[in-house]
């Protein structure tokens, strides 16, 4: 029996008149789609049309929650109170869960955005609150996690069920976190690379750093950002690679 495998991407990311990615491609390919919810990026309209098309091309749902702040696509690091964080999570996720309701889905996972994501990695007492938010809205939502991480534990901490991923287009730092995008070599570029980057996890059950560092983990899904201009590429060059190298892809809920 072949392993499983999921291949996930940040999308609804459009604003307005404003474009970002790919949307309608990539949903052909991934198997998990983790939904922009109007506070980095996204609109009403968006959050409909992207529910409305992952659920044409058999996709899962996720809400992808982050902080307040369109004009840095949330990528910016804000301090925000435990309490109000968690109310702008839950409001997020129920945002998102209207517009699935309204299409016949349903959101079954949750994944935080940016700065938010990168502080709760290594932030417990940021990524306690985030899990908490998560199963104050639903217990049985799963949260999908970078590997190694502060939110993996807290998740696990709070009873929810937790799906670890990797980065198809991310190097990392000797600590298991992401290279800061402000630092040189923090993407990797290239479909080709990037395959080549996760099969070499893969196939050493290890996180592996820009220095060579070899952190253990269960990668179980791997993410690509849906707003690279090389996105729907590299996605393909993913799902075809992992399928050669006998992996099954299938959604997170079919994982967790």
């Not at 409001?91 to 349903?106: N, V």
């Not at 190694?148 to 730092?173: K, N, P, T």
């Not at 992401?178 to 996180?207: F, I, K, N, T, Y």
Request: glycine letters at 10%; a negative charge.
């Amino acid at each position: 029996m072949s392993e499983r495998i999921n291949l996930n991407a940040d999308l609804g990311e459009s604003f307005g008149a404003w474009s970002m990615g790919e949307d309608a491609a990539m949903l052909e390919v991934v198997k998990s789609a983790n939904v922009a919810c109007g506070f980095h990026a996204g609109d009403p309209l968006v959050m409909r049309q992207t529910v409305a098309t992952a659920k044409r091309c058999g996709v899962s749902l996720g809400a992808h929650p982050g902080f307040p702040d369109l004009q840095g696509f949330g990528r910016r690091r804000m301090d925000v109170p435990a309490a109000e964080l968690e109310a702008m999570l839950i409001y997020q996720i129920g945002a998102l869960a209207g517009m699935a309701r309204a299409e016949g889905m349903a959101v079954t996972h949750v994944k935080p955005h940016g700065a938010l994501n990168n502080m709760a990695c290594a932030d417990a007492k940021l990524a306690a609150t985030v899990a908490r938010a998560v199963r104050a809205f639903d217990p049985n939502l799963i949260l999908l996690a970078p590997a190694l991480s502060q939110l993996v534990i807290a998740g696990r901490e709070a009873g929810l069920r937790v799906v670890e991923e990797i980065f198809a287009d991310r190097a990392y730092l000797d600590d298991g976190n992401l290279v800061p995008r402000s630092q040189p070599g923090a993407m990797v570029h290239g479909a080709d690379a990037c395959l080549r980057h996760v099969l070499a996890m893969l196939e050493a059950g290890a996180l592996i750093s820009i220095n060579g560092k070899r952190l253990p983990v269960k990668a179980q899904s791997i993410c690509v950002h849906g707003d690279d201009a090389e996105a729907v590429a590299t996605a393909r060059a993913l799902r075809d690679g992992l399928q050669r190298a006998g992996y099954q892809l299938v959604s997170i809920p079919e994982l967790a």
